[in-house]
């Protein structure tokens, strides 16, 4: 069995693409309504790995949340998948090509991915 953590966090990493950012958020739709609430979007940037997920969150909800319902719908959602996208999250390298193929398909439980 090969040890996972190694060095993650020196490892270089593959910068997640918008899709990808988009599926990480989507995973934090922890009622799976579709839209995510302020405390749902904070755990979907602690999953992208955010050091600071509730100045994030905080920061997404100023750029996207238009209409002031206190919620990202799914139109809202892109403008915050912009936002976290160009922050430059990525993925390491250095995790298990299984580990990457879950996260290439969206399955990110329990994966922490760490920002460069
Ligand atoms: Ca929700
Ligand atoms: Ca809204």
Not at 13 to 39: C, H, P, T, Y
Request: glycine share 10%.
């Amino acid at each position: 069995m090969r040890r996972q953590n190694i060095h993650l966090r020196t490892c270089p990493g593959v910068l997640l693409n918008e899709a990808q950012v988009k599926g990480m958020l989507l995973r934090a739709d922890s009622n799976g309504d579709g839209i995510l609430s302020w405390q749902e979007l904070k755990e979907g940037f602690k999953s992208l790995g955010a050091k600071v997920p509730r100045f994030r969150a905080s920061m997404a909800f100023n750029i996207a949340d238009e209409n002031g319902d206190g919620c990202i719908d799914e139109k809202e959602l892109e403008k915050v998948v912009k936002y976290a996208s160009g922050l430059g999250y990525t993925i390491s390298l250095c995790v298990d090509f299984e580990i990457r193929m879950c996260l290439m398909r969206g399955e990110t439980k329990g994966i922490t991915v760490f920002p460069t």
